[in-house]
């Protein structure tokens, strides 16, 4: 599992989506949340759960990718 944290969303959101469009192949399942941080109104911020599949070179590119756009970050948790 890939969790993205998404910071400033109007800005990001295009280039996120860019990013997994690119490495669509290698997504099994997406979920995505916005605005998860309610007690925080002033932040405009995602959260989105991956479900990868390929090879840990694939994934490593994946997560350089997305944390390259910038307001984004990436944490691997394997199940």
Do not use: W
Not at 18 to 41: K, M, P, W
Request: proline share 3%; aromatic share 4%; with cysteine.
């Amino acid at each position: 599992m890939l969790l993205v944290k998404v910071g400033d969303r109007p800005k990001t959101a295009v280039r996120v989506q860019e990013v997994l469009t690119q490495y669509g192949c290698n997504i099994r399942t997406r979920l995505g949340l916005h605005e998860f941080a309610s007690e925080c109104d002033e932040r405009d911020e995602g959260l989105i759960v991956l479900e990868i599949v390929g090879s840990p070179e694939e994934v490593e590119k994946l997560r350089s990718a997305l944390e390259a756009i910038g307001n984004v970050k990436t944490v691997f948790v394997e199940l």
